[in-house]
T-cell receptor, first 116, second 113 residues
Framework: AQKVTQAQTEISVVEKEDVTLDCVYE???????LFWYKQPPSGELVFLIR??????QNEISGRYSWNFQKSTSSFNFTITASQVVDSAVYFC?????????????FGTGTRLLVSP | DVKVTQSSRYLVKRTGEKVFLECVQD?????MFWYRQDPGLGLRLIYF???????EKGDIPEGYSVSREKKERFSLILESASTNQTSMYLC????????????FGPGTRLTVL
């Protein structure tokens, strides 16, 4: 069975601090995909990134960076110099399977509060 | 840009009512999904559809049904709403292959009194 664990329920930081959101996954599949979504107070889930299991290169996009480590089954998300607009719930998700239709399995989310 | 819209942002219904939640996507996506989101539980898949008139049960289909008569529209139906179906409902779509990224609508917050 597939599982995604986001152990941090809520994180509070002050603007300009760096913050890392943890994501640990479990799967027996050799081919799988990992995702991060952001859910601002408006409610809509916004897609941030997708990585496949064969690409362990770290990714940087502006203030966002992602660290994928298969050895520890982790796909952590770091926001550098956080801003108030980063306040949201962040979800890590996994889809996998060498055959058949792939469904997304979500973690329970981490609420990030960035105060001025 | 992918556009997924849901018919209502907020909805209040009474126990026993039949409730329809509508979702429309404008990107000719093959796959559509309905999730519910509850505090501490994340998102859970209710039903999905990979083609017109096709549907598959997700992880929590009990108490729900779906309809997909046209490619762009996927409806979630609560035959007889109950208070434990008070939740945020999110619709998503994805292009065509089984590994594609899902894109979400704004959500409908349903309250059943």
């Amino acid at each position: 069975a597939q599982k995604v664990t986001q152990a941090q329920t809520e994180i509070s930081v002050v603007e300009k601090e760096d913050v890392t959101l943890d994501c640990v996954y479990e799967t027996r599949d050799t081919t799988y995909y990992l995702f991060w979504y952001k859910q601002p107070p408006s409610g809509e889930l916004v897609f941030l990134i997708r990585r496949n299991s064969f690409d362990e290169q770290n990714e940087i996009s502006g203030r966002y960076s992602w660290n994928f480590q298969k050895s520890t089954s982790s796909f952590n998300f770091t926001i550098t110099a956080s801003q108030v607009v980063d306040s949201a719930v962040y979800f890590c998700a996994l889809s996998g399977g060498d055959t058949g239709f792939q469904k997304l399995v979500f973690g329970t989310g981490t609420r990030l509060l960035v105060s001025p | 840009d992918v556009k997924v819209t849901q018919s209502s942002r907020y909805l209040v219904k009474r126990t026993g009512e039949k409730v329809f939640l509508e979702c429309v996507q404008d990107m000719d996506h093959e796959n559509m999904f309905w999730y519910r989101q509850d505090p501490g539980l994340g998102l859970r898949l209710i039903y999905f559809s990979y083609d017109v008139k096709m549907k598959e049960k997700g992880d929590i289909p009990e108490g729900y049904s779906v309809s997909r008569e046209k490619k762009e529209r996927f409806s979630l139906i609560l035959e007889s709403a109950s208070t434990n179906q008070t939740s945020m409902y999110l619709c998503a779509s994805s292009p065509g292959t089984r590994t594609d990224t899902q894109y979400f609508g704004p959500g409908t917050r349903l309250t059943v009194l």
